[in-house]
């Protein structure tokens, strides 16, 4: 059996950005609707943070353009009432569930 989880686009509204410093750990929450760019450099273009808070270590440029490309198209669908079905691609038998993040 394969899982579905249905659910409005809004309910995805936050991003989790872990740093990949292993010494480091900190994890920055993204509010997706913000424009907000970051305090620590507001001659920045883009809202998501081109370095990690705490350790200042340099987030993957890729995956930062790729999460503002996201943030974009985000902010432009979440304004429709779109609803949007994830298909896992693992099989699940009927008694086990994926557990949701806290």
Request: aromatic letters at 6%.
């Amino acid at each position: 059996m394969r899982e579905q989880f249905i659910f409005s686009l809004q309910e995805l509204r936050y991003l989790r950005l872990a740093c990949k410093n292993p010494k480091c750990g900190t994890v920055v929450v993204l509010d997706l609707m913000s424009k907000v760019k970051p305090m620590s450099d507001p001659e920045r273009k883009t809202a998501t943070p081109d370095r990690c808070p705490s350790c200042e270590s340099l987030f993957d440029s890729v995956e930062t353009s790729s999460i503002e490309a996201f943030r974009r198209a985000y902010q432009d669908l979440s304004t429709r009432d779109i609803k949007i079905t994830f298909q896992s691609t693992l099989d699940r038998s009927p008694d086990k569930t994926l557990n949701a993040l806290p």
